[in-house]
């Protein structure tokens, strides 16, 4: 591990060590367990933002009640067992998971996305002595792309070709129904309409007012 010379100057001010100054004040979310016993030894800050108010204990604990305070699931929405979390798999299993997609179900029920990496930490001679587990909230990515793939939908559709009446210029859907092009935009697009009259047509319909 590299140290700069000025560290010792910067634990100072900090008053913590180096190294306990980055995980505390880490965007990420940050959480390390003994093993073989699974017991939390530390959380940084973040996880604390990332769980909100909540009753259950954070770390003093064991894996077993790690994981039973929190409710992962996979993105297809199958629920996670514990041991398939992946702290636990780091610490249980000598597993190395990286950026694998995750939902967090919060204590109020709020769903969020989360990329974690989990990996074991091995002594100098091979031996798994605790297991690390961070990861950033992704959840306002994961609503961006769900626009995102909204938005480019839509561009596919829109290039598509409409089958349209030559004389009453009624637009005929994938059912083989026929509808005024607005409905048509409406129902489709989420498309939204005002009227009015051209030059032409109001010169054809209402000629005293060309006058």
Not at 139 to 149: A, D, G, I, P, R
């Amino acid at each position: 591990m590299t140290i700069f010379k000025d560290s010792e100057k910067i634990e100072k001010a900090l008053g913590m060590p180096l190294l306990q100054a980055v995980l505390k004040h880490s965007s990420a979310c940050v959480i390390l367990a003994e093993a073989p016993s699974g017991n939390i030894v530390y959380i940084n800050d973040a996880v604390k933002v990332f769980r909100g108010d909540t009753d259950a204990p954070l770390d003093g604990i064991k894996i077993e009640e790690y994981v039973s305070t929190w409710r992962e699931f996979y993105p297809d929405g199958t629920l996670m067992t514990g041991e398939e979390m992946p702290l636990a798999r780091a610490v249980l299993h000598d597993e190395i998971v990286n950026n694998e997609e995750i939902i967090v179900e919060l204590d109020n029920g709020e769903l969020r996305w989360a990329l974690a990496s989990a990996a074991p930490i091995k002594d100098s001679s091979g031996v798994t002595i605790a297991g690390i587990v961070s990861w950033v909230d992704i959840t306002e990515y994961k609503k961006q792309q769900e626009v995102l793939n909204k938005v480019r939908k839509e561009i596919n559709q829109l290039k598509k070709l409409f089958p349209i009446c030559a004389g009453c210029k009624k637009v005929r859907d994938d059912d083989g129904y026929w509808s005024q092009i607005e409905v048509y935009m409406t129902e489709h697009y989420d498309a939204r309409f005002t009227h009015g009259l051209c030059p032409e047509c109001v010169a054809e319909l209402y000629p005293e007012l060309d006058e």
